[in-house]
């Protein structure tokens, strides 16, 4: 069977495209914010982080007079004690102190007579910024804690062993490139806007574009059976779609393989030709989902601004399962890959933490997302039957 009809389509399709600054900008510009802007957001971050961890500890402290040797406690380990706020409350809710140490009057008395003496720690747990300081305040009070209790023990001439009856030995077995794939998390949502906005405009320009240039009959009128003159165009949508998404992987390479992550992160994280291409591998399916369904939408409407609107906001369908993963990660589980682009989200996020995949996994994956690309590319050629796709009624 000739295709020599979806060949002409297609190359007149790319030669078109080549020439417009929206669909060039779509396919060559966007990829690459996602990986500059997720490094960007890690490497501050991160060093915002570094910073607060490796200086002194600010803690004003309310009632420093009751508690002389937590105070010395904490100067001793790096705190700089500072007088306390007018208003602690207000302070801590305003931003002005990250976390304040309120020591009340009954301290001294119950720390004397061997009770537990009572300090409250006040903190705003909203402000990502105050984790560190938060953190770093509650270990030294607890460490403080066990301090004293050891020596109440000892002066009693009762071993300290005997209130730690288990002792947890902690061993992390995460792989390197399991931590910095923790910070990376982002990612599967970038590839996920590069493949649906990568051959965006050609879609749109192809379809609804040529419709309101008037030059979409006379192309009807060519001796070429509908569905090649679908074909081509879907061939040239998944090319630029392609590109955009080979510049999305390449720039996460770059970026991550160049910029010293471990100096800001204390952790190593490197994307290697492997990964790389198991990740192309498996957005393939995703690539001629988008594509199907974009040029599908794109014919339904009526203007080019129309069509605009509705494909710029597809990319939220399939990218927010993975900006959930971020914050909820999930245990790959084979129902999971049924569903269209997530089960992908789910593999891609496994390669980047250089963990394995299950062939079934994969397998299901691309199989239910193949089928749902040859539903909508079937719809587009039926569409292009219609007297509808040609006059836009």
């Known amino acids: 069977m000739s295709l020599y009809g979806a060949g002409v389509v297609f190359r007149k399709e790319v030669v078109d495209n080549l020439r417009d600054r929206r669909t060039l900008f779509s396919s060559l510009v966007y990829p690459l914010l996602g990986p500059v802007l997720l490094v960007l957001i890690v490497a501050v971050a991160a060093r915002s982080f570094t910073e607060r961890a490796e200086t002194d500890l600010e803690l004003p402290v309310v009632g420093a007079e009751h508690a002389a040797s937590l105070v010395s406690f904490l100067e001793q380990h790096g705190v700089d004690v500072l007088p306390a706020p007018e208003d602690p409350e207000a302070a801590v809710r305003s931003g002005e102190s990250e976390v304040v140490l309120v020591i009340g009057e009954a301290y001294a008395d119950a720390f004397a007579a061997g009770r537990s003496a009572p300090v409250e720690l006040l903190y705003d747990d909203t402000r990502p910024a105050a984790g560190v300081t938060i953190r770093r305040a509650q270990g030294l009070l607890e460490a403080y804690g066990r301090e004293a209790a ?79 003159l679908v074909l081509g165009k879907y061939g040239a949508t998944l090319v630029f779609t392609a590109v955009a998404l080979t510049e999305t992987l390449l720039g996460f390479a770059v970026v991550l393989n160049v910029l010293p992550l471990e100096d800001y992160l204390g952790v190593r994280f490197q994307l290697g030709v492997g990964a790389l291409v198991g990740i192309f591998l498996i957005t393939v399916p995703m690539m001629l989902l988008a594509a199907a369904l974009q040029i599908v939408i794109a014919t339904f409407t009526r203007s080019f601004k129309e069509a605009q609107t509705y494909l710029s906001l597809l990319p939220l369908v399939p990218a927010l399962p993975g900006l959930f993963l971020v914050f909820l990660p999930v245990e790959t589980k084979l129902w999971m890959m049924l569903v269209p682009t997530f089960g992908q989200q789910l593999l891609i996020q496994r390669l980047m933490r250089g963990e394995g995949l299950e062939p079934l996994h994969v397998a299901v994956s691309a199989v239910v997302t193949l089928l749902a690309a040859g539903l909508f590319l079937a719809l587009a050629m039926r569409l292009y039957r219609s007297e509808r796709t040609v006059f836009g009624r």
């Open 150 to 228: 050891v020596l109440r023990l000892l002066a009693r001439g009762v071993d300290p062993q005997v209130i730690r009856p288990v002792a947890v030995m902690s061993r992390s077995l995460a792989t390197a490139q399991g931590r910095g794939a923790n910070f990376l998390g982002m990612a599967p949502y970038f590839i996920i806007f590069s493949i649906f906005l990568g051959g965006m405009y050609l879609a749109i320009d192809s379809t609804a574009g040529e419709r309101e240039r008037h030059s979409l009959e006379p192309l009807l009128t060519n001796p070429v059976p509908r569905w090649q």
